[in-house]
Each structure stands twice: as C-alpha cells, then as structure tokens.
C-alpha cells in the first residue's frame, strides 16, 4: 500500500490527465494577445475555477519504491537510497558501483 | 554596398513565411499557440508508478473466484477488539454545532 502522498500524487496526475485538453484550451484564449480582453479574462477566470488538482505543476515524481519526495534520481524513478540498494544488489541494469 | 530598406525585408519573410507555411508574425505578438503546439502531459504522467497487484485489486477484477485477504480480516478484527473495549473510532458529529471542532475553539 502505499503511502498518502504517493495517493495524492497519483490523485493528482488523473485529475492533470482528466482536465489537460480543457484547460489548454482556455489556456490559449487567455494568453492569446489578439484576442478581447474581455474574452481572454473570462477564460481565466474559469481556469481559476479548476480544483488543485487538475494543474500539472502539482505532480511530482516521488520514489516509487519508498514514495520520497527529495533526492529522486529521475533516471530510475527511484531515492537515493533505494537506488544504492538496487544498485548493489545488481537489480538495476547497467550500474555499478565505481572503483579505481 | 547600399542599405536594404526595411519595408522590403519586411516583404521578403513575408514571403518567407507563404512558402515554408508558418505564421507571419512582425509584432512578436502572444498567439498562445505553445499552449497547443506543447503534447499532451497526462497521458505518460499516469504511468508513473508502476501498478502493483494488491489482494484487493485482485478480488475486484472479478475473475471467477477471490482471495481470502488476510491483513484486511486482521485490520477489521481489530477494529472490533477496539470497540468492544471502548476504544473506537468516535461518532460522527451529526451536525456542525456538535463537532468537537467547534467546542474547541471556544
């Protein structure tokens, strides 16, 4: 099971998933400069209208073994620690510990 | 050499910009555009952390027959112990005035 932050994580990227198409789309109206502002302001006012959830800056990559939020080697998904212990066990292709 | 006047380079990326079909755009003006030419996050973000196969998960599958889930029948029997002691979860408040949230803050 794991733990409520990876949950939240995961809650958050569906929502991301879920609302992206939309929000893009009142994304563009509000940015675009050739629009009114009239219209450029109501689609922003509507993108506040979307839930913490749905915005992708929310999502982080946390361990997926340990769900650790800090020090999360993108490469293997993995924290530091998890990857030491991967990488000495030889569960990790391709690492090794460096020697000379 | 004499200059080339500005007006004519003007019309020349115009050109430019009919023949290799991009958008004639002298003023730098936002178009929002990135906001559509920009791929679609959601779709890979999903498959972040990789799905793991829990007794439940399984049972809920629904594939003809289920698990006996252990740790879930130690959990709820616990929770029995716990109340047949009187140390259960509280009641829910029915209503705002009687949550203990507001006795709290007085």
Same mark, same amino acid.
């Given at each position: 099971m794991p733990n409520a932050r990876v949950l939240r994580d995961i809650k958050a990227r569906h929502g991301v998933n879920a609302n992206e198409i939309l929000r893009r789309a009142y994304l563009y109206v509000a940015r675009n400069? /050739?629009?009114p502002a009239q219209v450029r302001f109501q689609a922003q006012l509507q993108l506040n209208t979307? %839930? @913490?959830?749905? @915005?992708?800056?929310?999502v982080k990559n946390r361990c /997926?073994? /340990? $769900?650790?939020?800090? $020090?999360?080697?993108s490469e293997f998904g993995l924290c530091r620690f998890q990857f030491r212990q991967k990488a000495l066990a030889n569960e990790l292709p391709g690492v090794k510990k460096a020697s000379w | 050499m004499a200059a080339v006047a500005p007006s004519r380079l003007a019309a020349l990326t115009r050109m430019r910009c009919e023949i290799f079909q991009t958008s004639y755009n002298p003023t730098s003006v @936002? /178009? %929002?555009?990135k906001y559509l030419r920009a791929r679609l996050r959601g779709p890979s973000m999903i498959n972040y952390y990789p799905e793991e196969l829990t007794v439940a998960r399984f049972n809920r599958m629904g594939g003809g027959f289920k698990i006996q889930d252990w740790d879930e029948y130690e959990r709820l029997a616990d929770v029995e112990e716990k109340k047949r002691r009187g140390k259960g979860a509280p009641k829910k408040a029915k209503s705002a005035a009687e949550s203990r949230r507001m006795s709290r803050k007085r």
């Open positions: 400069q /050739t629009l979307f %839930g @913490r959830y749905t @915005r992708p800056s929310t /997926t073994e /340990t $769900g650790r939020g800090r $020090g999360v080697i | @936002r /178009t %929002g555009a």
